[in-house]
């Protein structure tokens, strides 16, 4: 399938495979273009169905891949099928492998105390060679923007991964990329404590058939209220769909 992007409530989603999403950061960063990359779920692009400001952030992004089954489902509604999720938790082992057969330099920033140090030290040991120029918590507030800006800059890093959930990460890079000698932001959400098993991902056979979703919310009943976002944002994909036929 040839690139492109399908339209979702406003934002605009690349229909890719993760090897087109590879491909994109590899030309990327040979080209010397800069740019973040947003991970979109159904919550995120709700949210951007809302907030005029956080839909002009995933509007400006150099790439918003498609993750949740919810986000497939309306791209086939919509006529523009995207052919599979393409996620911030599995791509970032995937980035690393291809780092470290290219020599890019990864920075980790984001989750708690110790998480991305320790992430740092699971990607050396499964992929040998690659160069991880940095990880640290930071802090997402814009009064520490610059003292991280400073670190990610002296350390020269090709792409950063940036693990402060949504929306924090996107409006983070959002405000800071522009300032980075980065070529490719990449919030990864919650793919750092799924990498060292802060916190556990639904198994594989789960995820096959679209319930990582509910897996979560098993987990963490809390997110109930953030699940909601889930119709709401089906009924809009229908409305919108019977729009366009009327």
């Avoid at 229909?15 to 010397?32: D, K, P, Y």
């Avoid at 040998?128 to 020269?156: F, K, M, T, W």
């Avoid at 404590?193 to 802060?198: A, I, K, Q």
């Amino acid at each position: 399938m040839s690139e492109g992007v399908v339209d979702i409530l406003g934002v605009p989603v690349d229909r890719l495979t993760f090897a087109q999403a590879l491909e994109r950061i590899a030309r990327m960063i040979r080209s010397g273009e800069r740019g973040y990359v947003v991970t979109a779920n159904p919550e995120i692009i709700m949210r951007a169905r809302r907030d005029p400001a956080y839909r002009k952030i995933l509007q400006e992004a150099a790439m918003v891949w498609p993750d949740g089954v919810g986000v497939l489902w309306a791209s086939r509604l919509l006529g523009a099928p995207i052919p599979e999720r393409v996620t911030g938790s599995d791509g970032v082992p995937l980035i690393a492998q291809r780092a470290a057969a290219e020599g890019w330099r990864l920075y980790l920033l984001g989750a708690g105390p110790g998480v991305a140090e320790r992430a740092a030290r699971v990607l050396e040991e499964r992929y040998p060679g690659v160069q991880i120029v940095g990880a640290e918590p930071g802090d997402p507030r814009p009064e520490y923007d610059a003292l991280a800006r400073d670190r990610i800059n002296a350390a020269r890093p090709d792409i950063l991964f940036v693990a402060y959930g949504a929306p924090k990460q996107e409006w983070w890079m959002a405000r800071n990329v522009p300032h980075l000698e980065v070529h490719v932001a990449i919030g990864v959400g919650g793919a750092l404590d799924f990498l060292v098993g802060v916190q556990k991902r639904a198994p594989r056979w789960v995820r096959g058939l679209g319930l990582e979703w509910l897996w979560r919310l098993l987990l963490e009943p809390r997110r109930w209220k953030r699940q909601l976002a889930l119709p709401h944002f089906v009924w809009c994909v229908l409305r919108e769909k019977m729009t366009v036929r009327g």
